[in-house]
């Protein structure tokens, strides 16, 4: 089975720190996504990456940034938090051709008070 | 306008009966389209997928497809208690084969005893 893992399942930050949030997949995807999702709003992608090194900004990129220095890892940063990215994140990942098949984390809860 | 539209809900369903859920999208060029399942606090788990109009049966769910009319639907037959949950619509954006969906915000079903 794919497994996607995000190493923070909770989190609270405060308004102004930095955030790193991590997620790992152990099937050699080439494709990996945060999403953040919010009542009423769905899932709204943030960014994607489609190899090591490289990224593009998703839907609401603003405020976020992201890493992948290894094709297994994919971590988003908030360089300074604020309220308004208290939300759920998911992170997801495709491998091309696979069908389709889209794989999720168990996501993040961060709450930036 | 939302790209991916679903109705909120709550949909209130007694057990044993069929769950009828409708999606519309706006992008013309969308290519694939998903149903996933969401359980409060989880993330969501990939039901079935579609890209040819018409009917496409899986088990007790059945997905249909108009691109005619940018309508797609989710059948759930012999609903379930432990098919309450919210039911997501995604579309693929135009002709993207990277993965990358856009979300709508989701039905919520609610199956009765």
């Known amino acids: 089975d794919v497994k996607v893992t995000q190493s923070s399942r909770y989190l609270v930050k405060r308004t102004g720190e930095k955030v790193f949030l991590e997620c790992v997949q152990d099937?050699?995807?080439?494709?990996m996504f945060w999403y953040r999702q919010d009542p009423g709003l769905g899932l709204r992608l943030i960014y994607f990456?489609?190899?090591?090194?490289?990224?593009e900004k998703g839907d609401i990129p603003e405020g976020y940034s992201v890493s992948r220095e290894k094709k297994e890892r994919f971590s988003l940063i908030l360089e300074s938090a604020s309220t308004n990215q208290t939300s759920m994140y998911l992170c997801?990942?495709?491998?091309?051709?696979?069908?389709?098949?889209?794989?999720f984390g168990e996501g993040s809860w961060l709450t930036v008070v | 306008q939302k790209e991916v539209e679903q109705n909120s809900g709550p949909l209130s369903v007694p057990e044993g009966a069929i769950a009828s859920l409708n999606c519309t999208y706006s992008?013309?060029?969308?290519?694939?389209f998903f149903w996933y399942r969401q359980y409060s606090g989880k993330s969501p788990e990939l039901i079935m997928f579609?890209?040819?109009?018409g009917d496409k049966e899986d088990g007790r769910f059945t997905a249909q497809l108009n691109k005619a009319s940018q309508y797609v639907s989710l059948l759930i037959r012999d609903s379930q208690p432990s098919d309450s949950a919210t039911y997501l619509c995604?579309?693929?954006?135009?002709?993207?084969?990277?993965?990358?969906?856009?979300f709508g915000a989701g039905t919520q079903v609610v199956v009765t005893p």
């Open positions: 997801a990942s495709y491998r091309l051709g696979s069908g389709n098949t889209i794989y």
């Open positions: 099937m050699d995807h080439e494709n």
């Open positions: 990456s489609y190899d090591v090194k490289m990224k």
């Open positions: 992008d013309r060029g969308s290519q694939s």
């Open positions: 579609i890209y040819s109009n």
């Open positions: 995604a579309a693929t954006k135009g002709t993207d084969s990277w993965g990358k969906l856009q």
